[in-house]
């Protein structure tokens, strides 16, 4: 579950909201985002849902919308009006993933990455104009830092920001000029 505290005083004396099932949340706003695991009994399988859920401070209402259904999506990150996610469900092997892009405005998902490598970790500067990510070799190693900056609607320009033989980088963070991240 996903508790929301809409104000720290009324969190510790219970005062939280429940989304139920949720995991891997983000916020930005008003806006939470996060995945939902569901038991597929027709496939006989589980997948990894994304939905973005909106705080009414007036109401106390949460509302609740799918944004991506029906495979594996997982580690979603929000900022402004774009969610990213790490999408399994187009992958070719057991280790490739992808980072898709949702812009909540336009309502369009964008593979912001198509390759055979494991992109990871994403995250969005507040404004939602660029993506950060991990990115790694099929093994799990030999892992950069890239960036997506949107040039367009739907249209990202991705670059590397970081290209280190025998480190491991990952986890970034960015506010759309500054990248941190480990190595």
Known sequence: DIRLCPDIQHCASAGFITIPNGKNPD?????VVFTRLIEDLSAGSLRSD?????YDASTGL??????????MRDQPALGGDTVVWVDKGTAQSASEREIV???????????VTHDALADT??????DGNTIVWTRCAPSGTG??????????PGLWTVRSVTVTAGREEGRPATDGTIVAYEC
Request: a negative charge.
């Open 27 to 31: 916020l930005s706003g008003s806006r």
């Open 50 to 54: 994304v939905y973005v859920a909106r």
């Open 62 to 71: 949460v509302s609740e919308e799918l944004l991506a259904g029906g495979a």
């Open 101 to 111: 892009a949702y812009d909540l405005v336009s309502q369009v998902a964008t593979a």
């Open 121 to 126: 970790n994403p995250a969005v500067a507040p």
């Open 143 to 152: 892992c950069d830092i890239l960036r997506a900056d949107r040039a367009a």
